[in-house]
C-alpha cells in the first residue's frame, strides 16, 4: 500500500524517503537497483522515444528507468522542484541544459568565477555555436543589471563558486533576470539542497554535480538538472535522450543511498570547516581564509541569508603556493591530495590563478584584478570531510611547516 507522502514534510524525512516505496513484489525496505537496459511491453510501443506512451513509463533506459525515477523523485522533493532529470556527471547535466536551450544568436550572461569545466565549456564551446557569451562578475548585481538585456536567453551562476567561495544573490539575480525576459540557472553544487533551494528564491532552473556532496561517498559520478516548465521536456528529449549522457542505475542508486545521510553529513560538514577555517585564519603561514561561514568572509551576511548550512568548502592563500603544493602533496598523512569536492574524506588541492585564466577563466582587466585581489597566485581548496577536525589541523599544520 502506497505510503502517505504528506507525512514526508520535513528535509531529514525527505532524504530518506522521497522517491523511495517498499517492494510491491517482496515488501524488500531498501530500494531495489533495476539494471535491466530494455523492458517487456505488454502492448507494442513506439521505437522513437518522441512517440512515447505516458502509461508505458519504462520501455528503454535511456529514456527512462525506475532506480534513476527514485532519485529524481527524492531531489525534486529536497530542492521544492517540480521535476527532476538526472544525467551520467555534473556536466552532462550542465551541457544537456545549455545546450537544450540555447539557440544561435542567444546571449548566455554567466558569472566568470565557475567550475572550471564549466567556464571552458561556455569559453570554448557555445561561441563555436554561435552563442554569444558575457562573462562578468555577477557577484556585483550592477554588472548583472548593465549585461542582461532583451537578447539574453539565459543567465547561469554558480553559489558558492568554485575556487574562491564567491556568492551571488539567487533572488535579486533572479528578479533582474526575469524582468528582461530571461531565465536563471544556478549551479548549487556547492551549497547542495540542505544549504540552499534556489528555485524556491526564483530560479528556473538547479544544476547540481551529484558526485560531491549529495552523493557523497566519492564513489559515484552523477549530475542533476531540476525546474518546472516545458523548457524540461526539451532537456529531457533532447538533452538526455537524444545527447545520451545518461547515469547508470548503479550509480544513481549509489547516489540515493547517499542522500539518506545528506542532512547529517552537511551539519558535519559545516561544523569541521568552521573549525579548520577559524584555525587556519590565526596561521602565520596563511594570508586568507575564504569561507562563506567565517564573519570575515566578505559576503557573510548574504550567506546566513541565502544559506541554511555554510557547507565544507574551505580555500585558503599563502605565499608560495606553487612550491608549497608538491611539499602539501607528499607530506599530508589525513588529507587526500586530490581533485573534487563534498566527500565524507578530507581533499586539499591547489588551483593556480595563471592556468585558471589562460585555459578556462574568461577575466581580465579589472575583473582579474578583482579576481587577484582575492586569489592571488592561485588558492588551496580545500574540501573539509567527516574526521575529526583536531586531526584535520594538525595534518595541515604540520604539511605547512618548514
Ligand atoms: C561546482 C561544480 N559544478 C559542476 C561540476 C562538474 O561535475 P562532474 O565532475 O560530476 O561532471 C563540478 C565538478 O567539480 C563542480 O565543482
Not at 510491491?24 to 513506439?46: C, H, L, R, W
Not at 545527447?243 to 547529517?264: D, E, K, M, V
Not at 575564504?290 to 568572509?297: A, I, K, R
Not at 592571488?376 to 605547512?400: H, K
Request: glycine share 8%; aromatic share 6%.
Amino acid at each position: 500500500m502506497a505510503r502517505d507522502k504528506r507525512l514526508i514534510r520535513g528535509i531529514q524525512t525527505k532524504a530518506v524517503h522521497a522517491g523511495e516505496e517498499p517492494d510491491s513484489v517482496t515488501g524488500a525496505s531498501a530500494p531495489n537497483i533495476v539494471m535491466s537496459s530494455t523492458f517487456v511491453v505488454k502492448e507494442p510501443q513506439a521505437f522513437s522515444a518522441s512517440g512515447r506512451d505516458p502509461n508505458t513509463p519504462y520501455v528503454y533506459s535511456r529514456w527512462a528507468n525506475p532506480t534513476v525515477q527514485q532519485l529524481q523523485e527524492k531531489l525534486a522533493s529536497l530542492e521544492e522542484a517540480e521535476r527532476c532529470i538526472c544525467f551520467a556527471s555534473g556536466m552532462a547535466a550542465t551541457s544537456a541544459l545549455l545546450f537544450s536551450l540555447l539557440q544561435p544568436g542567444d546571449e548566455l550572461v554567466i558569472s566568470d568565477t565557475n567550475y572550471p569545466g564549466t567556464a571552458e565549456l561556455a569559453r570554448q564551446s557555445l561561441p563555436r555555436l554561435g552563442v554569444n557569451v558575457v562573462p562578468i562578475d555577477t557577484s556585483y548585481l550592477p554588472n548583472v543589471e548593465n549585461a542582461v538585456s532583451s537578447k539574453t536567453r539565459l543567465v547561469w551562476i554558480e553559489t558558492p563558486a568554485n575556487p574562491i567561495l564567491r556568492l551571488c544573490d539567487i533572488a535579486a539575480i533572479a528578479d533582474i533576470a526575469h524582468d528582461a525576459g530571461s531565465e536563471l540557472a544556478v549551479d548549487s553544487t556547492f551549497a547542495s539542497p540542505i544549504a540552499t533551494r534556489p528555485l524556491t528564491m526564483g530560479a528556473d532552473y538547479v544544476v547540481h554535480s551529484l558526485t560531491k556532496y549529495i552523493g557523497g561517498h566519492g564513489d559515484a559520478m552523477g549530475g542533476a538538472v531540476l525546474g518546472s516548465g516545458t523548457s524540461m521536456d526539451l532537456i529531457e528529449s533532447e538533452g538526455l535522450i537524444h545527447f545520451g549522457g545518461t547515469i547508470s542505475p548503479f550509480n544513481a542508486w549509489l547516489i540515493q543511498r547517499g542522500i539518506a545521510t545528506l542532512p547529517l553529513r552537511m551539519e558535519a560538514h559545516q561544523r569541521n570547516a568552521m573549525a579548520v577555517a577559524s584555525f587556519l585564519e590565526k596561521h602565520q603561514r596563511v594570508e586568507a581564509v575564504l569561507y562563506p561561514g567565517l564573519p570575515s568572509h566578505p559576503q557573510h551576511d548574504l550567506a546566513s541569508k541565502q544559506m541554511d548550512n555554510y557547507s565544507g568548502m574551505v580555500s585558503i592563500r599563502v605565499s608560495d603556493g606553487e612550491v608549497l603544493a608538491k611539499k602539501l602533496a607528499r607530506e599530508l598523512k589525513v588529507f587526500h591530495y586530490a581533485v573534487s569536492l563534498g566527500h565524507f574524506r578530507s581533499l586539499i588541492y591547489w588551483i593556480s590563478t595563471e592556468e585558471l585564466v589562460s585555459s578556462s577563466y574568461h577575466i581580465e582587466g579589472t575583473q582579474l584584478d578583482a579576481y587577484r585581489s582575492i586569489a592571488g597566485d592561485g588558492v588551496f581548496r580545500m574540501s573539509i570531510g567527516l574526521e575529526d577536525p583536531d586531526d584535520l589541523c594538525a595534518d595541515i599544520d604540520q604539511a605547512l611547516s618548514e
